[in-house]
């Protein structure tokens, strides 16, 4: 028995697959990549607000400079991750 003119499942999937190839080789990155920056960003991202939130309580000038330290590093790694470059104290 025929099937008739309409597209079976398999092309429809094959199609799909191409689309999402596209937009990967369009950005330039595979989307397990830009989803572990992202999670990476949002995590440094709320370090950083803790360390805000750390700093507007704390009068202790040691404990001050080493809150300010972490920022910095911090701040660093961030911009690393903006200009797309590895972070070289992530394993994995």
């Known amino acids: 028995m025929a099937r008739g003119w309409g ?3 398999e092309d429809l999937e094959a199609e ?6 596209e937009r ?3 950005t330039g ?3 397990q990549i830009d989803a572990r920056r992202k999670t990476e ?3 440094i991202e709320l370090s ?3 360390i805000a939130e750390q700093l507007a309580r704390t009068t202790h000038p040691d404990r001050r400079t ?3 330290s972490a920022r910095s590093e911090l701040e660093e790694r961030l911009k690393r991750l903006d200009n797309g470059l590895s972070d ?3 394993s994995g």
């Open 48 to 50: 950083l607000a803790r």
């Open 66 to 68: 080493a809150l300010e």
């Open 29 to 31: 990155a595979s989307p």
């Open 88 to 90: 070289p104290s992530a």
């Open 16 to 21: 799909k697959e191409s689309a999402r190839a």
């Open 24 to 26: 990967s080789a369009a």
């Open 7 to 9: 597209r079976n499942e």
């Open 41 to 43: 960003r949002h995590a």
